[in-house]
């Protein structure tokens, strides 16, 4: 009996919606997985999911199995990583969120290269620009833009970045290139979506004094990463993090519009959940990031 490995081939069923795509994921067959389960399940006396060939849904059983799971496999890879290291080898499972664009640009060549350096490492990266939040799908480390409401979390800064107005040359040839503020109003603004508010209100300096103009537009999404090809191909103007456009602003794909005015800056956090000793995992891959983003 192999409490542990039951307990992960579980999990790895659960995380994969059934029992043939967790094989496949295993390098298992259907026949075998589905005859552990029906061991654990034995073991257990009681039943863990309901399942036929096109359903795979858990009984309250398997739902509190399942949770319960999570808990110890991450109390396990923890224990481990805390007995095996010194304080600079980071091990076991690193799970981090990102926002899209950035984690796609900036945040996945990091974890490459973090993974690379500690072989005894394995690391998963979660993108999304739904606002996901440490403790979410299991994940170690949140980066985020702004520091978290809830405050049991820990937050550490790790940069600030100014925002721009940009656009394509296209559209500033067939619309022209705003001269004010105030001018956002005649002009198509691409605008990004949180959850259940659009964040159609940018900040500027103007004389001296910080206002905020609502700007509108047809197009709006919930990823960054959308409304930035949005602006490459022309399609309006878009409010950008300096770090997800410079290069397009290098080579002339986008131009910075109202540059006289000063736009508002982001912060970029990365949160994690107390525990102490923190795992070595989590604290050196946040030294990692505050460094290279430092450089």
């Known amino acids: ?105 900036r945040i996945a060549p990091l974890l490459a290269e973090f993974t690379a350096r500690h072989p005894g490492l394995e690391a998963h990266l979660v993108l999304s ?7 979410e799908e299991g994940l170690d480390v949140a980066l985020r833009f702004g520091r978290p409401a809830d405050t049991t979390l820990i937050a550490r800064r790790i940069a600030t970045i100014r925002r721009v107005v940009c656009a394509a040359p296209s559209y500033l040839a067939a619309r022209g290139t705003p001269q004010s503020p105030d001018d956002l109003a005649s ?5 990004l979506a949180r959850r259940d508010r659009l964040l159609d209100l940018w900040r500027f300096r103007v004389g001296g004094q910080d206002r905020e103009i609502k700007v509108s537009g047809a197009l709006s999404s919930s990823s960054g990463d959308v ?21 397009d602003l290098a080579d002339g ?32 891959f946040i030294d990692f990031v505050a460094e290279a983003f430092g450089r």
């Open 1 to 105: 009996m192999n409490s542990v490995g039951d307990l992960e081939l579980f999990m790895a069923v659960v995380d994969a919606g059934g029992i043939s795509a967790a094989a496949e994921a295993l390098g298992s067959s259907p026949p075998a997985v589905s005859r552990r389960l029906a061991a654990l399940e034995a073991r257990l006396g009681v039943r863990l999911a309901e399942r036929s060939a096109r359903r795979f849904r858990l009984t309250d059983e398997g739902m509190l199995y399942h949770a319960r799971g999570r808990q110890l496999l991450a109390g396990l890879r923890d224990a481990e990583a805390e007995v095996t290291t010194r304080g600079d080898i980071a091990r076991g499972l690193l799970k981090v969120g990102a926002p899209m664009e950035l984690g796609r640009r």
């Open 129 to 135: 620009d739904a606002g996901i939040e440490v403790g």
């Open 187 to 191: 002009h198509d603004c691409l605008r």
């Open 227 to 247: 409304l930035h090809g949005w602006a490459l191909e022309g399609r309006g103007l878009s409010l950008e993090a300096l770090w997800d456009v410079e290069e």
């Open 253 to 284: 794909r986008l131009v910075e519009c109202l540059p006289a005015y000063w736009c508002d800056s982001i912060e970029l956090f990365a949160t994690f959940l107390p525990g102490k000793p923190l795992p070595p995992r989590i604290r050196l």
